[in-house]
């Protein structure tokens, strides 16, 4: 039960800021070390293929563009799928209404 209490605790909006402004520096670097690594082989492969700067840097630019918009809709989908997954929670089955159209 206390394992419980303790779970629900964290869940609080305030100690979840508490929890990122703390580790945000430690976690910044795990971010940049992580990005470093998983970047390194693509970054080489662009390198070998436009091995003019300017050449790099466009293609660079193009890729870092579409995966981005990749992110965004992920994203998007994420957090409207966590909404609704939100209001089952919260509210009793017979009670849900259409998902409102600003969540589509």
Do not use: F
């Amino acid at each position: 039960m206390a394992n419980t209490k303790e779970i629900y605790s964290r869940t609080e909006l305030e100690c979840i800021a508490k929890y990122l402004i703390g580790e945000s520096a430690t976690q910044y670097n795990k971010y940049e070390r992580r990005l470093k690594e998983k970047t390194k082989p693509i970054d080489e492969r662009l390198k070998s293929l436009y091995p003019i700067e300017d050449d790099y840097n466009i293609a660079y630019a193009d890729l870092v563009t579409a995966l981005t918009a990749y992110q965004r809709i992920y994203m998007a989908i994420g957090m409207k799928v966590g909404a609704k997954l939100i209001q089952q929670l919260l509210l009793p089955s017979d009670d849900i209404a259409e998902v409102p159209k600003w969540m589509l």
